[in-house]
């Protein structure tokens, strides 16, 4: 049908541990998905909320279709998702855990061309943490670099 979107927040791996992972469904106007398809949204500085046992996505960014008429959508208004009402219990359950959050890892769109968004229950990473993967990472790049020469 179309190419699939993927929109990635960097961020979540390095800032949070990742818990747990779901799939959900987004609630967007038709100009939205129009922006989400040509790439134009941002989930790098967004979180999620519950209001009224309802889960939102808050400060994430889709930008105005170009083509859309002059009262499109506004760029960062809340998008309520869509999960399973067990997968929301679970979630308001484990949230009232001191520490823990909902972040949106990837936005994407599916082969049906409807848009997506993973989300993770994380806990905030220490600086030593981060300093930790960070180490990692150089030393995994160092070993990929080794074999290369060796091939």
């Known amino acids: ?31 939205e998905i129009k922006s989400i398809r040509l790439g134009k949204a941002s989930i790098a500085e967004s979180f999620c909320e519950f209001h009224n046992h309802e889960l939102f996505v808050i400060n994430s960014t889709i930008e105005e279709y170009a083509y859309s008429r002059s009262f499109g959508h506004s760029a960062k208004s809340e998008r309520k998702l869509l999960l399973n009402k067990k997968e929301l219990r679970s979630l308001e359950k484990s949230i009232q855990n001191k520490g823990l959050t909902i972040i949106p890892l990837r936005l994407f769109t599916n ?12 806990r905030g990473k220490k600086n030593y943490d981060k300093r930790e993967s960070m180490k990692e990472r150089d030393t995994k790049r160092d070993l990929d670099r080794i074999k290369k020469e060796f091939k």
């Open 1 to 31: 049908m179309q190419k699939t979107v993927n929109i990635l927040n960097k961020r979540a791996k390095f800032d949070y541990e990742i818990l747990e992972k779901y799939t959900a469904g987004i609630v967007l106007a038709g100009s």
């Open 111 to 122: 082969e049906k061309g409807i848009a997506k968004l993973d989300i993770g229950l994380c």
